[in-house]
């Protein structure tokens, strides 16, 4: 009987063959495994090294850097998690691991089955409508935050926008923003902050943590208080891929503290910009419309219209002319007749006045307080008269009296 020689592997050879076999199990290819970390260490490269363990067994694991910088909390020692991923073996040293594509907290499914029955209720409600939301203004007075004073968030939202636009005042809110109370502390801050009406866009959020330490943002209340401002709230709660009800319910998501503060303010240099080409266009559109009226008005001036109306107008001006000529030579006569009337009139009153009696050889008597004797019954005897003739004065004493008969 012939007999079947086994086959020889060398190790290398040993292996990859396990490495195959187990790459080809659909079950080990996309595995679940719950358990607590054990030997947690973050390489230099990003990569994550560490064990999970139950009470009865330990399996390696490893995390590459590509997958590890999505994950929304920082792993340790003692932790429970659910590993995503797939099982195989390192074949350099014969090591069978798990190759996590995904890690979670244990006990986040219970809260993640709560965030979803909250975020359909205040849809239900119209928190979420998109009618609802409120425009971002482009260039705000003041931006308001409402974030935690000693966080990361803060630092980065006043940096981004004094780099953007340094002149722009910050209005901070102080909370906190995980942990009991905190919610309340953030609606209110909301609240304050619109009956202040102390900024024209608020930012709302913190930076990146696990769902229950950004749970304070998947209050109702937080919901509530976004609602109803009358400020436009832009929400930048936790990393690009944290979701939380606030989100939903801002006008406006960032995915990151600092692209809030991007979205918030524009760049002053993007200001000027947009000022200067405003300005250009204004000033090309205005060139445009004086050329058009130019044109407008060569294309009438060589219109028969315009020529008829020329011509009546220079015809209306000659007759002007002629009026104005006509009420000319009428003003003067009527001022020359006038003339030789006022001389006339001034001869017969030279020839009535007092003078031209004197000069004719008469005189003019006055009594002592120089009234005008007009008859001698005015005179008595012995009385002084002043005497004034043609080329002087005199005195004289009336000797007789005798009236006309």
Request: charged share 25%.
């Amino acid at each position: 009987m012939e007999q079947t020689l086994t086959p020889v592997f060398s190790v290398s050879e040993l292996n990859e063959y396990v490495a195959t076999l187990l790459g080809a199990d659909p079950n080990l290819c996309d595995i679940r495994v719950s358990g607590e970390i054990s030997g947690f260490k973050r390489h230099t490269s990003g990569h994550l090294y560490f064990s999970l363990k139950d009470e009865n067994a330990l399996v390696r694991c490893v995390m590459f850097r590509q997958q590890a910088m999505r994950l929304n909390f920082n792993p340790q020692d003692g932790m429970r998690v659910l590993l995503l991923g797939r099982a195989s073996l390192y074949e350099r040293d014969g090591t069978f691991q798990l190759y996590a594509n995904y890690l979670k907290k244990s006990g986040e499914g219970e809260l993640f089955a709560k965030f979803l029955a909250l975020k359909a209720e205040l849809e239900q409600k119209g928190y979420f409508a998109q009618e609802r939301k409120r425009p971002i203004p482009f260039l705000p007075k003041r931006v308001g935050v409402v974030t935690s004073e000693t966080g990361a968030a803060v630092q980065d939202i006043v940096n981004i926008i004094r780099r953007r636009f340094p002149r722009m005042p910050i209005v901070l809110a102080p909370v906190r923003v995980q942990g009991q109370g905190a919610s309340a502390e953030i609606a209110r801050a909301i609240q304050l902050m619109n009956e202040a009406n102390a900024a024209d866009v608020l930012i709302v959020g913190r930076g990146g943590g696990s769902m229950e330490d950004l749970w304070a943002f998947n209050e109702p209340e937080v919901a509530e208080a976004i609602v109803q401002s009358r400020i436009p709230v832009i929400s930048a709660v936790g990393h690009e891929t944290d979701f939380t009800i606030a989100d939903f319910a801002a006008d406006l998501r960032a995915p990151t503290p600092s692209a809030a503060a991007e979205l918030a303010v524009p760049e002053m240099s993007a200001c000027y910009d947009a000022v200067s080409s405003l300005s250009e266009r204004m000033r090309r559109a205005l060139t445009a419309s004086m050329e058009r009226m130019r044109s407008n008005v060569k294309l009438f001036a060589s219109s028969s219209a315009f020529r008829l109306l020329e011509r009546r107008v220079q015809s209306e001006r000659q007759t002007l002319d002629l009026m104005d000529e006509r009420a000319l030579r009428a003003a003067k006569e009527r001022l020359k007749s006038e003339r030789t009337a006022l001389r006339t009139q001034s001869a017969k009153l030279t020839a009535l006045g007092p003078g031209a009696v004197l000069e004719r050889g008469y005189a003019i008597l006055t009594d002592s307080a120089g009234n005008t004797v007009t008859g001698v019954s005015k005179l008595k005897t012995k009385d002084t008269v002043g005497v004034r003739m043609r080329d002087g004065t005199a005195e004289a004493t009336i000797e007789r009296v005798e009236p006309n008969a």
